[in-house]
């Protein structure tokens, strides 16, 4: 059993490899994306009951344009409260708070606040449904992202300080909208700005050097996206391919694979499948499997919190997919998305009530030596086939045990 779960390994790896080779890069609204997204479902196509293609409009801007628009709203807030008027300190504040709501909605939780004030581009989901021999009493939607990302500096280049690039300058626009709105709140009661210690100027200015790299937080090249996540997506196939006949096809579950776009800007693609077939997923009873970043053997993980820890996924879900692991003799950690980490497709699913686990294979701790993806190393050669296999073998083995307790009762 398990030579089979290695061979799929290596077809999902080199199937990778095939991909990146023809396409290059896949971000969202690019004509390697597009044309990736084809190639995935003529694969998917050969193994599913059905395949389609859903697209909808993206605007990647929204989400790329974060570390310009954070360098701005500082750079207006520490010159409006330099200037030193009830008027400029105004405007200040009035920019950084827009600002920051600008960040947080789209940066952090992941909404499409403010999305429509950006150009669209069209992104493609693909999915794939394949029908049981009997009627379908439960389903597994398997997840991945066929997208990939620009890449992120800050990664690249001393990623184990990349916390401390990140959150100084986030204290530093703090402290300058809180004095700023002391300063305004003051001068508008008594009609005096008051003298705050020269420290805080000095600081405000020069804390340029930490804030000024942020201009550059997102870069204009492109990431190859071989863990991030085109191996989730040959992970999908590969399990559909196992599934569509033979020994493995199921009796009453029907498997799902969505291959989504757009997961790099804010998740879009899944909110979009969501919406879109929000009476397939609550027809009846549904579990989410998200395969996110698979790298090292070592790092696998099932994710209790996404989206920047803000979302809770599936406790059971952690713990039945855990005992399954231990019985084919894996181990994998349990562990959560800090703040600051991003999120995944997977958190998507559980804003919307439905039984959701992500599956990585990465460090999420946050001083890292290395971080692979939304970088250049993003690479095939990174992937291990080991972790491949096991996740391969894991899913696998969960869906068949359900199957299987499904069919006795």
Not at 264 to 277: M, S, T
Request: with cysteine; net charge neutral; hydrophobic share 45%.
């Amino acid at each position: 059993m398990k030579r089979i779960y290695n061979e799929c390994a290596e077809e999902a790896l080199s199937m990778t490899v095939e991909i990146i080779k023809k396409f290059g890069p896949r971000v969202s609204g690019t004509e390697g994306c597009t044309n990736a997204a084809t190639e995935l479902e003529m694969i998917l196509g050969k193994y599913c009951s059905t395949v389609r293609r859903e697209s909808f409009w993206i605007h990647p801007h929204s989400l790329y344009s974060i570390g310009k628009i954070f360098t701005v709203i500082y750079l207006v807030g520490m010159i409006a409260f330099l200037l030193n008027s009830i008027i400029s300190i105004g405007v200040g504040v009035i920019s950084m708070l827009f600002g920051s709501v600008f960040c947080i909605t789209q940066f952090i939780l992941y909404l499409d606040t403010f999305d429509r004030l950006f150009s669209k581009t069209v992104g493609n989901n693909i999915v794939g449904v394949i029908e049981p021999k009997a009627t379908a009493q439960q389903q597994v939607v398997i997840v991945g992202h066929h997208d990939s990302s620009y890449v992120y500096p800050f990664y690249e280049k001393m990623p184990s300080l990349f916390p401390v690039r990140l959150f100084i300058p986030i204290l530093l626009l703090l402290i300058c909208f809180l004095v700023s709105s002391y300063s305004l709140w003051l001068g508008l009661f008594t009609g005096n700005i008051p003298k705050l210690p020269n420290w805080i100027n000095y600081a405000l200015i020069l804390g340029v050097v930490f804030v000024a790299p942020m201009y550059g937080y997102i870069s204009k090249r492109s990431s190859p996206g071989a863990g991030d996540d085109l191996i989730g997506c040959m992970i999908g196939i590969k399990l559909a391919d196992l599934f569509h006949n033979g020994d493995k096809g199921l009796k009453n579950t029907r498997i799902i694979v969505v291959l989504t776009d757009g997961e790099e800007v804010g998740q879009k693609g899944a909110k979009f499948f969501i919406k879109n077939n929000m009476d397939l997923l609550t027809a009846i009873k549904t579990i989410v499997i998200n395969i996110e970043s698979i790298y090292e053997y070592a790092d696998i993980a099932l994710v209790k919190r996404d989206r920047n820890g803000f979302t809770r996924l599936s406790k059971n879900l952690v713990e039945n997919i855990r005992t399954v692991a231990k019985d084919c003799g894996h181990d994998p950690l349990i562990t959560a998305i800090p703040f600051g980490g991003g999120g995944t497709d997977g958190g998507q699913f559980a804003r919307e009530k439905i039984e959701t686990i992500s599956i990585i294979g990465m460090p999420t701790g946050i001083f890292r030596k290395e971080i692979l993806f939304h970088t250049l190393n993003d690479i095939p050669e990174k992937i291990t086939g080991k972790a491949v296999s096991a996740v391969i073998e894991i899913v696998s083995e969960y869906v068949q045990k359900i199957d299987a307790a499904y069919t006795t009762n």
